[in-house]
């Protein structure tokens, strides 16, 4: 039988401002560097039977605090960050770096997406997560994202921060081992909060050329899921909604443990990342919640 656990709930909160520079076409490009700076992250969860522990970020943050009460265990990551507008899967992203002109680019710079704290300052927002069991059985557990998971505007009646959500992507990120010490990562899915037209991002491809640089190109056509997720009550309908964020299945004492990474970033090949939108303020909610067989 199939049974719903209470699960986990995740809310982070950016608030946006701006520094100059230039840019174009989708991008942002009266102001280059669209700075988001980045408050905290409270992970909570009520359910007995998932453990929700921070692992480590990309970011230079502050020490996290943990807050045990009676049935429920709070975490809180706060630092002050900025990210700018990039572009990718989640797993590699990029950045062109504007020529004069509004179609070309000198250079396309990678950033990086692994490495010591620090690495995505000023790029993109990243932590990792442990997912865990507190008790193991032969009965699988299966993590997944449900209905109040948003990426919404700071105030619904400012313009920009109404603008700047539809802009921005989640990638959730597993390991091939469960571990992001010692496994390699991969893309689960990526997240918008609505459905682009034809959604794109630049990878690296060296038979192509991107905004006049060689070795790159613009995927179209992009695969992403989209609008409001929907919370189900069993493992197979949920999957078809959207993958499970982790798998706790396991019996053993290092199974059903698992680190997931999430990583958010304003994608610049999104037709709202434009001047417009500049200055916009968003927040992000991930509701988090169990099936087990």
């Known amino acids: 039988m199939k049974k719903r656990k209470i699960g986990t709930a995740i809310t982070i909160v950016f608030v946006s401002a701006i520094a100059a520079t230039s840019g174009t076409l989708a991008w942002f490009s009266t102001v280059r560097s669209a700075t988001i700076n980045y408050n905290e992250a409270k992970i909570s969860t009520t359910d007995s039977n998932l453990l929700v522990d921070y692992k480590s970020s990309l970011n230079t943050m502050a020490t996290p605090t943990k807050q045990a009460l ?71 557990m299966k993590v997944f994202l449900g209905p109040d998971t948003k990426i919404a505007p700071k105030n619904s009646a400012t313009a920009e921060d109404a603008g700047i959500v539809k802009a921005v992507r989640m990638a959730v990120i597993n390991y091939s081992d469960g571990s992001i010490d010692t496994g390699t990562p991969s893309l689960n899915f990526l997240y918008a909060t609505e459905a682009v037209a034809d959604p794109k991002y630049i990878e690296a491809d060296g038979a192509s050329s991107a905004y006049g640089v060689a070795g790159y190109k613009v995927t179209s056509g992009v695969s992403l899921i989209t609008g409001t997720l929907t919370q189900k009550y069993t493992i197979a309908t949920a999957e078809a909604v959207a993958p499970a964020i982790a798998d706790l299945f396991g019996t053993g004492p290092t199974d059903g443990v698992e680190d997931v990474t999430f990583r958010f970033f304003v994608e610049g090949e999104d037709p709202h990342a434009v001047d417009a939108n500049l200055g916009g303020v968003f927040t992000i909610d991930l509701d988090i919640y169990t099936l087990s067989e």
Do not use: E
Request: glycine share 8%.
């Open 70 to 140: 009676t049935d429920t265990t709070i975490i809180t990551i706060a630092s002050p960050q900025v990210v700018t507008d990039v572009s990718g899967n989640g797993l590699n992203l990029y950045r062109p770096m504007w020529a004069q002109t509004s179609v070309s680019a000198s250079s396309i710079q990678t950033i990086a997406t692994s490495g010591a704290a620090g690495v995505a300052d000023g790029y993109y927002i990243d932590f990792t997560v442990t997912f865990s069991r507190s008790s193991m059985d032969s009965s699988g």
